[in-house]
Each structure stands twice: as structure tokens, then as C-alpha cells.
T-cell receptor, first 114, second 113 residues
């Protein structure tokens, strides 16, 4: 119930293409769904996030689609660029005892070819 | 700069030794989280502290321990090190007033030889 399942494990996309990463969760107590971007040798950085009462959120070329009934959410990277090559983690958050607990997916390694 | 400071950035030590990793959270954040990331692996949650108190434990080995001090910085102690402990160790912090996730530091790369 605490898991967040992420797919695919790796993804290769041509420059200008659309990258799609999918995640699924089981625990309906989660109330926030962030995505993190991690470059090699760096810490994960918050990329974009969505609340479960919103079906879509867009920030530049990055869009989160959220399907509450299916308990699934996905990250779409439009017009993918070589600079987007990184590992992407989805996560689900819930408030616990005055702090927040984040459960991370297993990560997707994205390679955007020039 | 994320505002979360981790030192040292790199650490090379021998098997059986003990090391201490340090983390200063972002200003105003009361929660500190420690994660381990092995090569090509995901983020494994180790332990969480909130305002000096342990709040949650994940897959933390008994050889590992942590604490959060009154000034809110945290230390992760790793003892009787084994080759398999070689990994990136990340610290993250969060505030209680917003649920937009954690802010991660740049990590400490530990190599056990």
C-alpha cells in the first residue's frame, strides 16, 4: 500500500519527441504527487507537482496528467531536448505527524538523442 | 544551491571503518531525511528526524545511526563499513507548512575500499 510503481525503467527518445513516464499508487491517503529530476552526481530536484483534485498541470514543456480513479499519474515532456537527459522519480506524499512522508518510485532513466 | 548543505562531498575509507556525514537543512526546515542511492538504484529511505526527534525509520542497517542536533543539523554515522555501503548518501529537508516535497542536498559520495 505504500508503494509507488514507476515505468519504464529506461527510455530513449529522439530530440523533439515526447517522453512519457508513468506511475501508479495504491494508498488513497496520498495528497500530493511531485516529480523529481536528477542529473548524474547531483541530488534530486523538484520539477513539478500536482494535487489529486487537479487532472492536469503544465509548466513549460512538462505536464503532469493525473487520473484519480485509476490511481495513476504520468509525466509528459514535450519537445524533449538532450538537456532533459536525466533520471526522473515520481513520488507520492502524505502528511504525517506535522511532517510529510514521501514515497518514491524506482526512477526512469531518460536519454534524449540529438 | 538548494539550501541544503552536505559535507563532505566525497569520502573514501577502508572496510571496517566509521564515518560521519553531515547535513545542514534549508533555513526554517525542521525535518531532515536521509536517503541512500546505490549505483543504478532508486532512493532508499533511511531515517527521518523532526526538530531533534526521530520520526520514521526505513531500511537503515543497525550499523548506521543518525541524530539531529538543537541547531537542526543532522549527522549520519556509518560504522563497520562494508564494500556494499559504497553509495551516494543524500540528505533532504522539508517544512511543515507546505507539502511540496523535499529539498535535497547534493549528496556525499562514499567509497569503501
Amino acid at each position: 500500500q505504500q508503494q509507488v510503481k514507476q515505468s519504464p525503467q529506461s527510455l530513449i527518445v529522439q530530440k523533439g519527441g515526447i517522453s512519457i513516464i508513468n506511475c501508479a499508487y495504491e494508498n488513497t491517503a496520498f495528497d500530493y504527487f511531485p516529480w523529481y529530476q536528477q542529473f548524474p552526481g547531483k541530488g534530486p530536484a523538484l520539477l513539478i507537482a500536482i494535487r489529486p483534485d487537479v487532472s492536469e498541470k503544465k509548466e513549460g514543456r512538462f505536464t503532469i496528467s493525473f487520473n484519480k480513479s485509476a490511481k495513476q499519474f504520468s509525466l509528459h515532456i514535450m519537445d524533449s531536448q538532450p538537456g532533459d537527459s536525466a533520471t526522473y522519480f515520481c513520488a507520492a506524499s502524505r502528511r504525517m505527524d506535522s511532517s510529510y512522508k514521501l514515497i518514491f518510485g524506482s526512477g526512469t532513466r531518460l536519454l534524449v538523442r540529438p | 544551491d538548494s539550501g541544503v548543505t552536505q559535507t563532505p562531498k566525497h569520502l573514501i575509507t577502508a572496510t571496517g571503518q566509521r564515518v560521519t556525514l553531515r547535513c545542514s537543512p534549508r533555513s526554517g526546515d525542521l525535518s531532515v531525511y536521509w536517503y541512500q542511492q546505490s549505483l543504478d538504484q532508486g532512493l532508499q529511505f533511511l531515517i527521518q528526524y523532526y526538530n531533534g526527534e526521530e520520526r520514521a525509520k526505513g531500511n537503515i542497517l543497525e550499523r548506521f545511526s543518525a541524530q539531529q542536533f538543537p541547531d537542526l543539523h543532522s549527522e549520519l554515522n556509518l560504522s563497520s563499513l562494508e564494500l556494499g555501503d559504497s553509495a551516494l548518501y543524500f540528505c533532504a529537508s522539508s517544512t511543515t507548512t507546505a507539502n511540496y516535497g523535499y529539498t535535497f542536498g547534493s549528496g556525499t559520495r562514499l567509497t569503501v575500499v
